[in-house]
């Protein structure tokens, strides 16, 4: 089958394929090198609609499902934004982002810009949106699975702040889906995963008054490495100290076995407003949690904070990652998370303080299912590991409350069941039925 001969004049100008010099390029994501028989770099909606259409097409010619994988900012943990044999439609170029409203707050975002850049657009306007903790993100990826962002605690998940979106089904049509247009399908592409192709995101931002100073979108951005000896017992006061602060504080960790008797730990405490008496005052307990090695505190612009660096994806970071959420970090769970950085195949164990506004909503609110979670960890290690990881880490997440899907490396069938309640999977798959009735998309379910 000789695929450019198949395209549409439409497809042709933006198609590459693997003898072309923008081949390497576009092929891979962060975390995977991609072998796609065919690229496709849109640039507009009409290129998605005919993209998914020419991907019915083959399907029904050869008889079987071509892989199509999607790709936006390329930073997707579950690496199916690429694949091998197959297409992949690169939205990369539709990455427009307009102030609505800038009183209201109201955004609009197409799915392939980066967080970073949006960051940078909505700033002037004292707007922000929580949105993941890397400027390289995309739009799109993210805002279909969650969004655990920067100010988690006080702003809830991305997803929480969508209030509209444009959205192209299996079949190329075109849906503007909100609580008053489509619902079922507005409730599912908020935290459902890929139900069909989201093309446009409205989201209401919220506000971040300028300081006195003039600073935009003014935070505190405060970054310790610890050197620690008992690292059960610094989980156990960090875990003391969050809950024991308010909600304009989000804290993560990430933790490394230095040697034998010491681990490194890279805290960064995110304080979402302008630098003030309150925030100096919690801050500043956080350096008596453990021994400091390093430590940096400053105030300055959440878009500055985010800003994208832009690093081509060549699949350089050869990571696989499981998470886990749960309600309470219990002395069974800290121990189980120190017994795992004794082992020589993990690499890192995060740990992100998520509890605050998401805990405000009901299951029922979008697709999220676990909204009495407030603990978020993930453990890091080579992708060539994959299977030691796995069974290294699941009496650890058997434990847990469920899993984050845009945060997992495993994207088999036993961890999807582990991100959505029953429930919501089984209205996930009806509905998946009716916008994508050939099922041509990869996606979890």
Not at 357 to 378: D, E, P, T
Not at 395 to 417: A, F, M, R, T
Request: glycine share 8%; net charge positive; charged share 20%.
């Amino acid at each position: 089958m000789n695929i450019l001969q198949l395209l549409p004049d439409t497809l042709k100008k933006i198609a590459v394929v693997p003898l072309d010099k923008k081949y390497n390029s576009v092929r891979s994501n962060c975390f995977r090198v991609g072998s796609p028989a065919l690229v496709l770099t849109a640039t507009n909606e009409l290129q998605i609609k005919e993209t998914v259409k020419f991907v019915a097409y083959l399907n029904k010619i050869e008889n079987r499902k071509i892989p199509f994988s999607v790709r936006s900012g390329g930073h997707g943990m579950m690496m199916t934004s690429v694949n091998n044999g197959g297409i992949i439609l690169d939205i990369s170029q539709y990455n427009h982002v307009t102030i609505e409203d800038s009183d209201k707050g109201t955004v609009r975002i197409q799915a392939g810009a980066v967080w970073g850049d949006v960051a940078q657009v909505l700033s002037p306007y004292q707007l922000a949106i929580s949105s993941g903790d890397f400027g390289d993100t995309g739009v799109g990826g993210l805002s279909i699975f969650g969004g655990i962002g920067l100010m988690v605690r006080k702003q809830g998940l991305t997803i929480d702040h969508i209030i509209g979106a444009r959205l192209i089904t299996g079949t190329g049509s075109a849906l503007w889906v909100d609580k008053e247009h489509y619902s079922d399908i507005f409730w599912g592409i908020r935290g459902g995963g890929q139900i069909g192709i989201v093309t446009e995101f409205l989201f209401e931002a919220f506000k971040i008054p300028t300081n006195s100073r003039g600073l935009q979108t003014p935070v505190v951005s405060q970054e310790i490495m610890y050197k620690v000896k008992d690292i059960c017992c610094f989980i156990k006061k960090w875990q003391d100290w969050v809950n024991n602060s308010t909600v304009k504080l989000t804290s993560n960790l990430m933790i490394n076995k230095n040697s034998d008797k010491y681990c490194r730990v890279n805290a960064h405490n995110l304080w979402c407003e302008q630098k003030s008496r309150e925030a100096t005052d919690i801050l500043d307990k956080s350096k008596l949690l453990g021994p400091i090695e390093e430590e940096k505190t400053q105030e300055l612009s959440y878009a500055k904070l985010v800003k994208a660096p832009h690093i081509p994806h060549t699949g350089q970071d050869k990571m696989y990652i499981k998470n886990g959420l749960v309600q309470n970090l219990s002395e069974d769970i800290i121990s189980s998370i120190v017994h795992l950085l004794n082992s020589s195949e993990i690499m890192s164990i995060e740990i992100r303080s998520i509890g605050g506004k998401l805990n405000q909503k009901s299951n029922s609110f979008n697709a999220w299912s676990h909204r009495n979670v407030k603990w978020f960890i993930a453990i890091w290690g080579s992708v060539d590991n994959d299977k030691k990881i796995n069974k290294l880490v699941n009496p650890l997440l058997n434990k847990l409350d469920g899993v984050y899907g845009g945060y997992s490396s495993d994207i088999s069938s036993e961890e999807n069941e582990k991100i959505w309640s029953p429930t919501t999977l089984i209205r996930l798959k009806k509905l998946q039925l009716k916008t994508d009735p050939q099922g041509i998309f990869t996606c979890r379910r």
